[in-house]
């Protein structure tokens, strides 16, 4: 148990609680919401052989690309790598582990953990090779793929503004799976680019609610990496 | 963009009825957002978490946190929400979503469809696509006719695993539209200057075409 009064801490000694063989939920859907400083950080303390659940791989050499690259993720849970052609050649040479899930899946099954819950019953995917790979049930006349809740020891999550007891709000496009795996995981880390006295956020404002956070840190407004994009827009 | 294309956007933007909530997928889908006046009342989902996102004019500043999930920056119209990645896809799957356009590696007479994986060539995952393809309410494919080898994308059965079954209700290509019906592939419109039999040959599947009611475009 984290007491209120010790959430907020520096970036190091929050990241360094970390050890070798982790699972960390990392949020962001591209860019946006990914936790780039918490990110840089776990690079520079060296972390290796862990396993990441992120919706994407980013892009080569921005956020857990640097990971991947570096050789510090042995197994990548995720839904789409396609705008990182360094992760897929990693998957294709073996180095790196990859399994992927429908993206509606991927969030519900963390949102699941989030909840409480161990799972829940879903007619995605049937009729192709997703169903093939889980376990079935009828219920009231109908077959259901049993898709288990997804957990995590560490979660990296990003939000616009927070305060020091970890209450979180998130901005635009940056929400994406942020809010999910910060109910998911054991130990919960926030970083934001404010962080506030409890109190100067309105309590009707709040998108994850400081309970289900353990540390919140204070990072520098929009890295570059923010605004590295290879797309056409 | 080559002029197929444009047909193929030009002909889809016909597809949109004021008032829906529409999805656009990842590659030529996405240019359609260009194809849509702005003062067209329709709010368009990204599966990323934003319902009602526009293209940004030229001279907006792009927003880094506002991105669409094909990853171009954009900005939002009046009426829109952003919101996280469960509620999206509760969006989808429980079909508030009216329309959506996909891509397609292949497309059958069953309405099933093959766009995320070809074995030992390509798997960078599936992405939104699967939920998208089964539970939106009516999905629009959009793709070129035939493979850069001039081979046929729309067969009599998908051979590459599949997005998801029986889930298409409409085909748009460079050479027609089609629909998926109960009866097998029917052509609503051909392109100018394409006849029937020209068609069928650059086509594996069997086509029902009327004569009478065929629309050019």
């Known amino acids: 148990m984290t007491l209120l009064y010790q959430k907020y801490r520096p970036i190091e000694e929050a990241v360094a609680a970390i050890p070798h063989g982790a699972s960390i939920m990392v949020g962001g859907f591209g860019s946006p919401g990914t936790p780039f400083a918490l990110i840089d950080e776990l690079l520079a303390q060296g972390q290796r052989d862990l396993t990441l659940i992120k919706n994407d791989a980013n892009e080569p050499g921005i956020g857990i690309g640097k990971l991947i690259e ?14 990182n ?6 998957m294709n040479r073996g180095e790196l582990h990859v399994t992927m899930h429908p993206q509606g899946l991927l969030a519900e099954k963390i949102r699941s953990a989030g909840a409480g819950h161990h799972g829940f019953l879903t007619d995605i995917g049937q009729g192709t090779e997703i169903a093939t790979r889980r376990r079935e049930i009828e219920l009231e006349g109908r077959t259901w793929g ?18 020091r007891y970890g209450n979180l709000i998130y901005r635009a496009t940056a929400s994406n799976f942020n809010p999910l795996m910060a109910m998911a ?11 506030d006295e409890p109190g100067s956020l309105a309590p009707e404002s709040i998108h994850t609610p400081c309970a289900f956070v353990s540390q919140v840190v204070q990072v520098a407004p929009a890295t570059s990496e923010q605004g590295r994009r290879a797309h056409v827009g | 963009m080559s002029a197929d ?6 002909r889809a933007a016909r597809e949109v009825i004021p008032g829906q909530i529409v999805n656009l997928g990842i590659g030529l889908p996405t240019r359609l957002f260009h194809y849509l006046p702005e003062d067209l009342e329709v709010l368009v989902h990204s599966e990323n978490g934003v319902l009602g996102c526009r293209p940004r004019h030229a001279d907006e500043a792009p927003d880094y946190e506002m991105i669409d999930s094909g990853g171009a920056y954009i900005a939002t119209r009046p009426g829109a929400s952003v919101f996280d990645s469960a509620i999206s896809f509760a969006m989808i799957r429980r079909s508030r979503v ?5 891509g397609a590696f292949e497309v059958d007479e069953l309405g099933n469809l093959a766009n995320w994986k070809i074995p030992g060539k390509f798997s960078p995952g599936i992405g939104g ?6 539970k939106v309410k009516r999905l629009v494919i959009l793709c070129s006719h035939n493979d850069k080898h001039g081979n046929a994308k729309i067969l009599q059965r998908c051979r590459l695993p599949l997005t998801a079954e029986r889930c298409v209700s409409r085909i748009i290509t460079d050479k027609a539209v089609m629909d998926v019906t109960p009866q097998g592939l029917t052509v609503v419109d051909i392109a100018e200057g394409l006849s029937v039999a020209e068609l069928r040959e650059a086509t594996d599947a069997k086509l029902i075409v009327d004569d009478a009611q065929l629309g050019r475009f």
Do not use: K, W
């Open chain 1, 70 to 83: 570096a050789g510090r993720v042995s197994h990548l849970i995720t839904s789409h790598i396609g705008l």
């Open chain 1, 85 to 90: 052609r360094d992760a897929i050649a990693a």
């Open chain 1, 146 to 163: 049993i898709e288990p809740a997804l957990y995590a020891d560490f979660a990296l999550v990003h939000a616009e503004r927070a305060d």
């Open chain 1, 185 to 195: 995981a054991d130990t919960v880390i926030a970083q934001a680019y404010r962080v």
């Open chain 2, 5 to 10: 294309q444009q047909r193929i956007l030009t």
């Open chain 2, 98 to 102: 009216d329309l959506t356009f996909m």
């Open chain 2, 129 to 134: 696509a699967m939920e998208l393809a089964q």
